[in-house]
């Protein structure tokens, strides 16, 4: 098997879908709108955990990654660093 097919980037639901859909230029209105949109697809993608575990152990501090805002993923490590605590 290739490396391309192990990679789990190429199972991901966005994977031919135009990039700009996953980075908003804000939260509200139109971008918000986008955001939705993102997220509905990232909703029955195969590897939607795997994209998240991803962009929170990279510090990805902009776009929707495994069906979360930057903003909700800020709330996840929070969350995760007060439990742990």
């Known amino acids: 098997m290739s490396k391309m097919i192990?990679?789990?980037r190429y199972h991901?639901?966005?994977r031919d879908?135009?990039?700009e859909l996953f980075f908003?230029?804000?939260?509200i209105g139109p971008g918000?709108?986008?955001a939705e949109q993102a997220?509905?697809?990232?909703?029955?993608?195969?590897?939607?955990?795997?994209?998240l575990t991803f962009a929170v152990d990279?510090?990805?501090?902009?776009?929707?990654?495994?069906?979360?805002?930057?903003?909700?993923?800020?709330e996840l490590v929070?969350?995760?660093r007060h439990r742990a605590a």
Do not use: I, M, Y
């Open 58 to 74: 990279n510090g990805l501090d902009h776009g929707v990654f495994g069906g979360t805002t930057e903003r909700e993923r800020r």
């Open 12 to 14: 991901a639901a966005c």
């Open 24 to 27: 908003p230029v804000s939260e």
């Open 6 to 8: 192990d990679d789990w």
């Open 32 to 34: 918000a709108r986008q």
């Open 17 to 19: 879908a135009d990039p």
């Open 39 to 51: 997220k509905a697809t990232c909703a029955g993608c195969p590897v939607r955990e795997r994209c």
């Open 78 to 80: 929070r969350r995760s």
